[in-house]
């Protein structure tokens, strides 16, 4: 099952009241490859329940081009679903500062999960500080692994 940023707000709530320790990551996750891996299993050890975002096919053809993404949201849900206890499928319009407060909001994470390339790091810091978490950088990213050299080498 995947949620949505509405219906993950109780799931939250009701694991903030055992007093787990939330950690949220977002990500494409397009073609699940061994950098997403070890991502998502260093973002799990940061806490007791990984709760992923999945970003929207949209998003990954406005941010990678065309022929992206290689595989549906859904399917790299799935994929995702198999490192993370909650996957909650991301909207089209995930793209500004209203839509990461509706997150942030809606999970109230411990942990914010990123990787060390992570795109607007500040802007994240700032989320996390109004929220009460804390953004943890959970993996230095290696340039020599990415679904655009996978793609690139296929051709």
Known sequence: MFYTIDTIKSI??????????????????????????????????????????????????????????IEIQVVRAQKVRE??????????????????????SSVRPHYYAVSSHTSFLDNKRLLCKKYGCELVVVHTWNPSVSTTQIVSSKV
């Open 12 to 69: 939250s709530h009701s694991l903030h009241s055992r007093s787990r320790r939330l950690v949220l990551a977002t990500g494409f996750f397009d073609l699940l490859h061994i950098e997403h891996i070890n991502f998502l299993k260093k973002a799990a050890r940061a806490g007791d329940t990984l709760i992923v975002g999945v970003e929207s096919d949209a998003r990954a053809k406005a941010q990678k081009g065309e022929g992206r993404p």
């Open 83 to 104: 490192y993370a206890q909650y996957v909650i499928l991301l909207p089209d319009d995930f793209d500004n500062q209203a839509a990461y407060n509706s997150l942030l």
